[in-house]
Structures are given as C-alpha cells and as structure tokens.
C-alpha cells in the first residue's frame, strides 16, 4: 500500500520507517514523499538494484538494501525486469548525489518520485539489516513529511493494521492481463524455433523468456489465470511456471493447474514460485522462513554433482520436503521424488527432481539479472528433457 501525498522530495524531507515491533529508524526522504506500507526484507545484492525494483516477486515489499552505496549509476530503459517497479518502499544508506554512468538516463530518486515509490535514506540498514535477522522479517512503514510528524503510536498503529504476508495472494496482481510471445529469432537465434512452452507469469523476469529464446525456444507468457486449455492451445513441448510474489498457500489455482499439466506429461520446469507450486503439487507442504534469501550471493549445493552454485534469490518462503534421497511424493501418481539442491547456509529446499515424470524446479533464478550465470545451464537441462520426452513419445507412438 502507498499514499503518495506530496510527489518527489528534497533532500532534507523527515522520513521515518517503522517496523511492526516498535523500533523506529529516522532519514531523510527518497523518491516520494507520503506513506508506503508492506513486509520489511532485506537483500544482499552489490549491485542491480534497478532489477531488485523491478522485480515483481518483491510486491509489498519494503526493500532494505544491505550495500550502503545506491544509485550511483542511475536507471535507463534497458535494464528493468518488468513493466514497473514493484517494491512498496525502498531504504538505502548513502543514496548517490547524482548518478555517473554512460547507460544513466535519468536519477534513481526521480525515478523513484516518478512511479510513487516512497523511500528513506540516510539510516543504519547495516543495523535494520541485522534486527531483521535476529527477529524475522516483519510488516513496516515508510513515513514522510507530514506524515512523518505524527506520533509514532499513529505510525506504529497503521503498521499494525496492515496485511500480513502469509495468506497474501498476489501472482494475479502482477501479472499480465493478455499473453504475449516472446519469439527466438528475436534474441539472436537462427533458423526455426526448436521447441515451444508455455510459461505462466507469477511475477516473471523479462530475462527468463529472452534466456529461452536465445536457446531457441518459441515462449508464449501466459497470465496467471490460465487454465490447462489455454496452455494446450499453444501446443507446447513443455511448460514452465515463473517466479511471484505472496504466500503459496494460497496459489490452489496454479497448483491444480500443474498437476493437470503433470497427468498430461509435459515437461515442466519452474523456478522460485514455480518450485512452491510443483511441491505442492507434489503433496509437500510450504513454510515461510525467518528471513528469506534475497540477494545475488546465495551459495546452493547441487546434489546431483557435487558443485557449488551462487545464486540469485528473492524468497520468503520455501518446500517443506524431506532431504534424505528419494521419497515416494505424498500425491503417489507422481513417482519418486528428491531434493536435488540445498541451500548452503541453512540447507533449505533449493530444488526438486522427480524421478518418475518429467519433472524439476529450483527455488533460485537461473537468468541472474543481476547476477552470477553459474546456474544457467538449468535452461538447457530443461531443453534437454523436453528432446528427451519428445523422442519417447516417437517411439512409443511407432
């Protein structure tokens, strides 16, 4: 929620934020100026923040940006990952004087001021950063200029009034209204496409369809209502399910819709989302974390070879699957299943491989905008049993 009173601010604006359990941290207004509300997260990423804003998986969402130096290189029209900026507010430490850059178009603040986007800067996100870890992510309030004057039992009531993020549905709200394509001949590749999906947009990166496309796959982006007619009338080799925002819990539509897609033995592929969606789909329950991964540094063991992924991430919840080698999936028509990728650091779900139908996802982002490609080879895994499922269904068909 954001209630944009005066447009962009000056410098010198009063701007507080406010987290749910009473600590309160005081700055100077950023981008807009009038009250945003949402969850406090942080993310951990050096660099990218125009992606980190633009990514629709941080709806309602008040972003706390661990790297003290933002803004330093501006915005342009290149680099955002969606149509808008998704964040309900943005906190930072030093905001940058004025952006240096050759790609800059124009100042992150303006931008900021332009889209209603409600910041503060000037604060201790080294210190929110590390309350955040002790106690967990928690509903906050950016307040600025007038608003910021009023009592703080004012502010800390309005925070406390507002949505949580459990039970939040919101893939819808960020989703698009009409499907698109996005065409390989478009991103480099040569000659005819050599596969097609469907791909239903949670809250998709512009960067995950280019990936396939470069690689030769025709991708039609689906909106989040989409219903298994509608991925069938595209005539896909495989379906994909992207990256959201909100609570998986509640996402009862997409989940039926996956296992609708898995009766019918397309390959899939998800990611972030997409990976919550195929382990309930699975029977497997969700959970939401402490804290969340979010950030371009997240270290996650591929099982399966031994190495050593880092990843971008951005989520608060995760697969509660067991870790120990392959189980029978709680819905047994799907098989076998097992936990092909751990987090590192706290040895959350990463991933999940099934070993009886045409089945994997992580909870990562393999287009890494911004980030490190090291896990960009899942783009080609999936290609790879897409061909796979096609060659079996010609022999079985001869």
């Not at 004087?97 to 000037?122: K, M, T």
């Not at 939401?288 to 050593?308: A, E, F, M, S």
């Not at 909870?363 to 796979?388: C, T």
């Amino acid at each position: 929620m954001t209630d944009v009173t005066n447009g962009a601010a000056n410098h010198n604006t009063p701007a507080v934020l406010v987290l749910e359990d009473g600590r309160m941290f005081r700055g100077r207004s950023y981008g807009a100026v009038g009250t945003t509300l949402g969850e406090a997260v942080f993310a951990t990423g050096m660099t990218g923040y125009q992606e980190t804003l633009t990514d629709p998986s941080y709806d309602r969402q008040i972003v706390v940006q661990t790297a003290p130096h933002i803004g330093n290189t501006g915005v342009n029209t290149e680099d955002p990952e969606s149509r808008r900026i998704w964040v309900a507010g943005y906190v930072v430490r030093d905001a940058a004087r004025r952006p240096s850059n050759w790609r800059s178009e124009g100042s992150l603040d303006e931008e900021l001021a332009r889209q209603g986007v409600v910041g503060i800067q000037g604060v201790d996100t080294r210190a929110i950063t590390r309350h955040l870890r002790e106690h967990r992510t928690m509903r906050a309030g950016i307040f600025s200029g007038s608003d910021a004057e009023r009592s703080d039992k004012e502010l800390l009531d309005e925070v406390l009034g507002s949505a949580p993020m459990e039970g939040s549905r919101l893939a819808e709200e960020v989703s698009v209204d009409e499907s698109y394509t996005v065409e390989p001949g478009d991103h480099g590749w040569e000659g005819e496409p050599r596969f097609t999906i469907a791909a239903v947009d949670l809250g998709i990166k512009s960067m995950t369809p280019h990936r396939f496309a470069e690689r030769g796959v025709r991708v039609h982006v689906l909106p989040a209502s989409s219903t298994l007619d509608d991925v069938k009338a595209v005539g896909p080799d495989g379906f994909f399910m992207s990256n959201g925002p909100g609570d998986p819990a509640t996402a009862d539509g997409q989940v039926a819709l996956l296992r609708s897609v898995l009766d019918e033995k397309i390959p899939y592929f998800g990611i972030c989302f997409g990976n919550q969606i195929l382990g309930r789909a699975l029977g497997f329950g969700t959970y939401k974390l402490r804290y969340g991964h979010r950030g371009i540094n997240q270290p996650v063991l591929d099982r399966r070879t031994g190495k050593v992924e880092i990843t971008s991430q951005n989520h608060g919840f995760a697969v509660d699957a067991p870790l120990d080698g392959p189980t029978p999936a709680p819905e047994e028509r799907y098989g076998r299943v097992e936990v092909s990728h751990v987090s590192l650091n706290d040895q959350v779900v990463e991933g999940l491989a099934c070993l009886d139908i045409p089945a994997f996802s992580v909870q990562y982002h393999p287009e890494a905008a911004a980030g490190p490609h090291d896990a960009a080879y899942l783009f080609d895994r999936f290609i790879d049993l897409m061909d796979s499922q096609k060659t079996s269904q010609s022999e079985e068909a001869k």
